[in-house]
């Protein structure tokens, strides 16, 4: 049976390439390595060198020259590494000609952040759609993978896992197998979307506010959700430390109830497989009334941190939603002027720090005020006769107090403006208490 290779458990010591094909965007590749390296970093793998290649001509077989391959391909033997991690992005041939010559791993930017996400993947929705994008990067990689694979068969199936026809290579059978699996995944994460589409029709019915924290990888949202709902989300300062899409509900301050979900970190060149295979979790972004973007204010690609996760939004048709910015993390930024820098840049964003509880009062107070038009404050005078109306503004509204005067109930209840109607006549005309 095919197998995905476990990469992390195979190496220990690697060596950073990144390939720049424009002298103006040599800056932009250095901060790409540095990220690269936090990433490998992050797989416990040991890092004994970075370069930067500047290359005037891309290479078809290589990227860049066979002169430059095998003159970094002795650097990384010098330095006695096991794996080179090349931070651009490798075609099936690319790869297999680099480990041919360099004889040890080779992999790319994405097959990093695909092993990132094996290991942080806990529920079964996680693991699935791991497991999916694993598959789609594998399978033309597969004769790479598995130098065996170049045998004929037989006519009988030997014991083997999967019995091939005459002349038919073993290759042949397990990119079968893999196809067959990739479609049984995608089976299974249409399953997940289905139960997804209930429990949300469910929301609807109650017509609970939602909202999604989105942001950078590491940037701190799972703490602020944490501190929000005072749950215990995990967090770590780690890259992509959720992966399971997390939901709590919180009571804001004028009764009115808000369901909000915590989302995958994002990243610079987020392989597009992985924005393809985690819809099921990015849904809760494309489906909330509003988003919280977090962002990491003590970082200094602060910046480049937001137009990413503004593209992956974008790419998700979630872009056009309010939005709140948050600038978490502000108790590490010392320098008045980096703070002033920031005010500019993200005019009405919110300054929170969700480790140390500054900010947060004014965070749900914000979050008050964009769900402000869907409820309303009232005070009702109900007959105890009328369980009907009593049992309504219960299930649909938020009783904010009872009292109960001769054979009448008076309440005072946050309810969704729909509501207003139906409760009409017994609402009575003062305004409720404060």
Known sequence: MFEVREKPDMVERAMLVGFCFDKREEIETQKLLLELEELVDTLG???????????????????C????????????????CDCIV?????????????????????????????????????????????????????????????????????????????????????????RRLARKRISKLKSDLEDVRRQRATQRKDRQRSDTATAAVVGYTNAGKSTLLNRLADSDIMEADMLFATLDPTTRRIELEDGQALLISDTVGFVRNLP???????KATLEEALLADFLVHVLDSSSEEIFDHYETTCKVLEELKAHDKPTIVVLNKIDKIDD???????????????????????????????????????????????????????????????????????????????????????????????????
């Open 65 to 80: 020259g066979t002169g430059k391959v095998e003159e970094l391909i002795e650097l990384a033997h010098q330095r006695e």
């Open 336 to 434: 008045p002027a980096i703070l002033t820098g920031l005010r500019n840049q993200f005019e009405g964003a919110l300054e929170c720090s969700a480790l140390e509880d500054i900010g947060m009062e004014a965070l749900t107070l914000k979050f008050t005020e964009l769900l402000a038009g869907r409820v309303s404050r009232k005070s009702y005078r109900i007959p105890q006769a009328r369980g009907d109306l009593s049992g309504l503004l219960h299930r649909q509204g938020k009783v904010l107090s009872t009292e109960y005067e001769g054979n009448d109930i008076l309440f005072i209840a946050v309810i969704p403006k729909e509501l207003e109607g139906r409760l009409k006549e017994v609402e009575q005309t003062e305004n409720p208490e404060n």
């Open 86 to 174: 090349i931070d651009n992005e490798l075609s099936p041939m690319q790869q297999r000609n680099w480990e041919g010559l360099a004889d040890m791993t080779v992999i790319d930017r994405e097959e990093v952040i695909l092993d990132i996400f094996a290991q942080r993947a806990r529920t079964r929705e996680a693991r699935l759609q791991v497991d999916l994008a694993r598959m789609q990067y594998a399978l033309p990689r597969m004769a790479r993978m598995w130098g065996h694979l170049d045998r004929e068969g037989g006519g009988g199936s030997g014991g083997a896992g999967a019995s091939r026809g005459m002349g038919e290579q073993q290759i042949e059978i397990d």
């Open 272 to 278: 597009h497989r992985l924005v393809e295979s985690f």
């Open 45 to 63: 793998i040991g890092i004994v060198g970075i370069e930067l290649v500047r290359v005037r001509d891309r290479n078809k077989g290589y990227l």
